[in-house]
């Protein structure tokens, strides 16, 4: 089983950019799907993007569509959120996950720590 260690959160102003990397631990990271998910305080856990273990599909909720990018590099256990032209409402603490590819938590068996995301207006 991975394990999994997120970072590149932080404070950052309206529009702007942020990449949060997710280090995987283990030799099966190329056989897990891999998603985003985040929690804002008082709200439910809620899916932000997945990608396939291959790489070769993408998935992303209606609210960050065109605006972040998941990607993954294999040789290196590590997938990525690419987060451009940054809202508030994307103020959240962003957790990475291993597991079935899908929107729902329950399909991600290992998650990592969190890190936070604040954006300011």
């Known amino acids: 089983q991975v394990q999994l260690v997120e970072s590149g959160g932080g404070l950052v102003q309206a529009e702007a950019s942020l990449r949060l990397s997710c280090a995987a631990s283990?030799?099966?990271?190329?056989?897990?799907?891999m998603g985003w998910f985040r929690q804002a305080p008082g709200k439910d856990r809620e899916f932000v993007a997945a990608?396939?273990?291959?790489?070769?599909?993408?998935y992303y909720a209606d609210s960050v569509r065109g605006r972040f990018t998941i990607s993954r590099d294999n040789a290196k256990n590590t997938v990525y959120l690419q987060m451009n032209s940054l809202k508030p409402e994307d103020t959240a603490i962003y957790y990475c996950?291993?597991?079935?590819?899908?929107?729902?938590?329950?399909?991600?068996?290992?998650w990592g720590q969190g890190t936070q995301v604040t954006v300011s207006s």
């Open positions: 996950a291993a597991g079935s590819i899908g929107v729902r938590p329950k399909n991600y068996d290992v």
């Open positions: 283990g030799r099966t990271f190329s056989t897990y799907d």
């Open positions: 990608i396939t273990s291959s790489g070769g599909n993408t």
